[in-house]
């Protein structure tokens, strides 16, 4: 069974009390002395007085369901990237399976449930195994593929609705571009930017990362690559624009990055970085309990950053994060033991104030030894609940990606479970979810 590390590859209303003797507001129905109405709870005062106000309603438990269960042949398998919306219809990328055998796919999907394979990876010059989220650009599909294209390295490419697919850049190698590309791309003025985890300086492995820009038609500009100094290596997020800045993160590096079991440095930095690649590093990830490894791409809530790590925290199992544009970092909320989640891979959304997201493993159930990871909610000031526990029978497990909202529900991916099955492994899911 495939064990998914993308960085290597209660809602309650109450009302307010209402004093209800002497203050010219409306009485509560006339009852018995001492009773107390059926919709009211009393509230005695010290003075010997009383009143009444209505009970905390409860919350109602989060609603679940499957969407969609991949594995039909000759459908995608596992899909490790987010969903989009385009006009009620939800379109993603799955790593693996289509027409051509494991190279992934490009589908939609309704809300119902109504799934299509636009497009299968793998002929020729294509590009394989898209783990990214799609971006809509005028109508069309952008997004990129981890590996594949003309030079093994991977692509961005561009699809319609309709599935016509073409390949917008080949990356070449490790010094021209960079290769393997983990993270979606952003618009900027029609102006495409992204990642790369790795290529250019290689003093780590295969290479260090880059920044780039790309034009819808083709033309690609490195605008930074990473691997000297403390400027952190391996950019496994992607990126996002706030007020003509770039922000992003580096999986590993940084000024306290602590050596892995494959050599790396993990740790990580945020950073800035202006539209012609001056980079400013915001913050070091890995001294004390801080988090190591930011994984996704930072999410803008009122002018302060939102982001979660892999790992660290108080129990090394990741951390929800928040950073100003200055630079001042803090712990949200640091996920702990079953049944709370543990490494946070898919990034948060912003729903009314409350943060969303999911993490890849911890939660309540375990499936073959390993636990099915959570979707889960988190306050701006660190209030945690789970929402979902995976690995329950075949609803999912190991979601990756970010969640999307539409109209108050939250739908997302699974890269295991569902009701398809290739000897114990599940081949994933589309699920939605009512908080």
């Known amino acids: 069974m495939k ?19 002497g203050c010219g507001v409306a009485q509560p129905p006339t009852v018995p002395p001492g009773a107390i109405p059926q919709s009211y709870a009393r509230i005695a005062h010290a003075d010997g007085g009383s009143s009444w106000t209505l009970p905390e309603a409860k919350s109602k438990a989060p609603s679940y ?7 039909a042949a000759p459908d995608g398998e596992d899909p490790a990237a987010g969903l989009i919306d385009v006009d009620g219809t939800l379109y993603g990328t799955t790593a693996y399976g289509g027409a051509n055998g494991y190279d992934g796919t490009v589908f939609r999907i309704t809300t119902a449930g109504t799934e299509q394979v636009l497009h299968s990876f793998g002929h020729g010059s294509d590009g394989v195994f898209p783990v990214a989220d799609l971006i809509n650009v005028n109508g069309t599909l ?13 692509t961005v490419f561009s699809v319609t609705t309709g599935g016509a697919e073409k390949v917008v850049h080949s990356f070449s190698n490790d010094h021209e571009g960079g290769s393997s590309l983990h993270a979606g ?121 939102y982001g979660t790590t892999e790992y660290g925290g108080g129990r090394n199992r990741g951390t929800v994060f928040s950073i100003t ?32 997201g999911t993490t890849s493993g911890g939660g309540a159930y375990s499936y073959l030894g390993i636990h099915g990871g ?38 997302g991916t699974t890269t295991g479970g569902g009701k398809y099955y290739r000897g114990s492994s599940g081949f994933g899911t589309v699920f939605a979810l009512i908080p």
């Open 3 to 21: 064990q998914w590390n993308l960085s290597h590859y209660a809602i309650s209303s109450c009302f307010t009390a209402v004093l209800l003797a």
């Open 65 to 71: 369901r499957i969407v969609y269960n991949f594995g």
């Open 142 to 154: 952008y997004g990129t593929t981890n590996a594949g294209g003309a030079y093994c390295c991977g």
């Open 185 to 305: 791309l952003i618009d900027v003025d029609e102006m495409l930017y992204g990642t790369t985890m790795r290529g250019s300086y290689t003093t780590h492995h295969c290479g260090c990362g880059t920044v780039f820009s790309l034009t819808t038609g083709g033309t690609l500009r490195v605008l930074r690559s990473f691997g000297k100094g403390n400027d952190g290596y391996w950019l496994s997020a992607g990126l996002i624009d706030l007020n003509g800045l770039l922000y992003g993160t580096t999986y590993a590096g940084g000024a306290y990055g602590r050596g892995g079991s494959s050599g790396e440095q993990v740790g990580g930095v945020v950073f800035s970085m202006t539209m012609d690649g001056k980079e400013k590093v915001l913050h070091a990830f890995g001294k004390g309990t801080d988090g190591l490894g930011p994984d996704a791409s930072l999410i803008d809530v009122n002018g302060t950053l």
């Open 325 to 356: 544009t200055s630079g001042k970092e803090k712990v949200v909320y640091s996920f702990g033991d079953p049944p709370d989640g543990a490494t946070p891979h898919g990034g948060l959304i912003d729903v009314n104030g409350t943060l969303y």
């Open 374 to 411: 959570t979707v889960f909610s988190v306050t701006t000031g660190g209030k945690e609940t789970v929402l979902h526990s995976f690995g329950n029978g075949k609803d999912g497990y190991i979601p990756v990606a970010r969640l999307l909202d539409v109209n108050g529900t939250l739908y």
